[in-house]
């Protein structure tokens, strides 16, 4: 699960005060779109039962066993598909939309980002171009 370590990241960062300011309005499964709804959405948890878990301690692997042990069971199939998709997000899609703005918000113009991962992996410092990253998922 790509996106899933990254989605408990945030949900420990935001209450400590060291989540982003632009991170914060993603945060949650309110917003159809947004990846932690579409994840939350996939694994068959909801957002705010995810977040109080993860906050109650455990490391990223104990809460996807968590997650497992209560949510909708997924194949690996389909997990590799769900990875996939996420990694293709903005790329002729309902998200396409999003992108260009997103790359001049972070002022990353002119650099090679064709999906929402791309442009989160290069505004944290990541070249996933470089990486290959998609190669590892």
């Known amino acids: 699960m790509i996106y899933f370590g990254r989605m408990l990241d ?7 005060g060291k989540l982003p300011a632009a991170y914060i309005a993603n945060l949650g499964d309110a917003q159809q779109n947004v990846l932690d709804a579409r994840c939350c959405r996939f694994l068959g948890v909801k957002y705010a039962d995810l977040r109080d878990r993860t906050l109650a301690g455990g490391s990223d692997d104990e809460l996807l066993s968590w997650v497992h042990s209560r949510g909708t069971p997924r194949t690996d199939e389909e997990c590799h598909i769900f990875n996939r998709l996420i990694l293709k997000l903005g790329w002729r899609d309902e998200r396409s939309h999003v992108l260009p703005q997103r790359i001049r ?3 990353l113009e002119g650099k090679s980002i064709e999906t929402i991962i791309d442009h989160i992996e290069s505004d944290e410092g990541r070249d996933p ?4 990253a998609w190669d590892n998922v």
């Not at 945030?10 to 400590?16: S, Y």
């Open 10 to 16: 945030k949900i420990r960062l935001h209450p400590a």
């Open 105 to 107: 918000d972070s002022d």
């Open 129 to 132: 171009v470089a990486t290959r």
